[in-house]
Nanobody, 122 residues
Framework: QVQPVESGGGLVQAGGSLRLSCAAS????????MGWFRQAPGKEREFVAA????????YYTESVKGRFTISRDNAKNMMYLQMNSLKPEDTAVYYC???????????????WGQGTQVTVSS
């Protein structure tokens, strides 16, 4: 099982950019689909993006399409979320997740990171 750890959160102004990183332990990192969720206080946890084990397939929730890009570097056991044109509604704790296949990232990830705070000011 892979154990993700997120980093890269911070405070940015609306319209700015931020890059989140997720480091994952394990020798079989490439066998895991990875993804990102986010949760704002008082709101439901929301799926953001997913990427297949080899990085060939990516998926995004509609609200971030065209603004966010998910990628991974399996040689480094790293996964990233590049966030551009940030909006105040993007403010949330962002969690890195791992799943057995990309179709399971949204519904049943089996490993969660600790979360990293992203705050977008207006």
């Amino acid at each position: 099982q892979v154990q993700p750890v997120e980093s890269g959160g911070g405070l940015v102004q609306a319209g700015g950019s931020l890059r989140l990183s997720c480091a994952a332990s394990g020798r079989t990192f490439s066998n895991y689909a990875m993804g990102w969720f986010r949760q704002a206080p008082g709101k439901e946890r929301e799926f953001v993006a997913a990427i297949s084990g080899a990085g060939m397939s990516t998926y995004y929730t509609e609200s971030v399409k065209g603004r966010f890009t998910i990628s991974r570097d399996n040689a480094k056991n790293m996964m990233y979320l590049q966030m551009n044109s940030l909006k105040p509604e993007d403010t949330a704790v962002y969690y890195c997740v791992a799943a057995l296949r990309v179709s399971l990232v949204k519904t049943s990830p089996n490993s969660w990171g600790q979360g990293t705070q992203v705050t977008v000011s207006s």
